[in-house]
């Protein structure tokens, strides 16, 4: 199967925050859209692989996406080593997606780090026609990143404002990890953190006049067909533009 968006996330979690709302919109336009989650979650203070797949699965309902695999890359221990990248671009070859998504590593979750440039590599040379993995050779046109923790200026942002409720749905659905009953408590089960979230969401959402959006990175110069896809924006002041670097 062909997809039209391949997300990739390094925790069973991770696609939810960063960018479920945009992957929720997407699959009700009717694209074909999908998630790889890079690790089990195994590492995670709550939860285990089987407590996580099971929640990832129940999320991926709720967003209504086509796929969701799990690779089983050892969980706080990701790499983008030639190993590592194998199963990475065998998936992306297998899907063929024309848009990939994958972590922007501001925060410092070293997983978080790895996984930016693991999927950026990976998307690469899975174009490369004798690189050693299985599949035809694929490059995806379009890599897009997401934000998971602190801030950056957006490239793009993407108003997600009819499914944001959907989105904390799916994000609940992982309890192990946001609901504190039962479980350790973290810095991911303190409301605190949720709220968090919703106010970037919402902030982001208000430069572009909407009441919640995502934003989006990229270091591809972006074309587009149809110039009545795009919405404005306030224009970012020099001072913003030196605070993005
Ligand atoms: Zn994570």
Not at 115 to 131: I, N
């Amino acid at each position: 199967m062909q997809l039209d968006i391949l997300a990739f996330g390094p925790h069973p979690d991770d696609v939810e925050i960063g960018i479920g709302g945009t992957l929720i919109k997407h699959a009700r336009m009717g694209y074909r859209v999908g998630i790889v989650d890079l690790t089990a979650g195994e590492a995670g203070t709550n939860g285990t692989a089987e407590v996580r797949r099971r929640e990832s699965l129940a999320a991926a309902e709720i967003m209504g996406v086509a796929v969701r695999d799990c690779l089983g890359l050892p969980d706080a221990r990701l790499e983008a080593t030639e190993a590592m990248l194998v199963p990475v671009i065998e998936v992306i070859r297998r899907y063929r997606p024309r848009i990939v998504l994958g972590p922007l590593s501001l925060d410092g979750h070293p997983d978080h780090q790895r996984a930016e440039q693991l999927v950026k590599d990976a998307a690469h040379k899975a174009g490369f026609r004798k690189y050693p993995a299985g599949g035809e050779s694929y490059r995806p046109p379009v890599i897009l990143q997401y934000l998971l923790g602190s801030y950056r200026e957006p490239d793009l942002v993407v108003d997600i404002t009819p499914y944001y409720e959907d989105k904390m749905r799916a994000i609940a659905a992982h309890a192990s990890q946001f609901d504190v009953r039962g479980n350790v408590e973290t810095y991911v089960n303190d409301p605190a953190f949720l709220h968090a979230i919703r106010a970037r969401d919402m902030f982001c959402g208000s430069m572009v006049q909407a009441v919640y959006g995502e934003p989006l990175y990229t270091s591809h110069q972006l074309a587009i067909d149809d110039l009545m896809g795009l919405r404005g924006w306030r224009r970012m002041n020099e001072e913003r533009r030196q605070m993005r670097g």
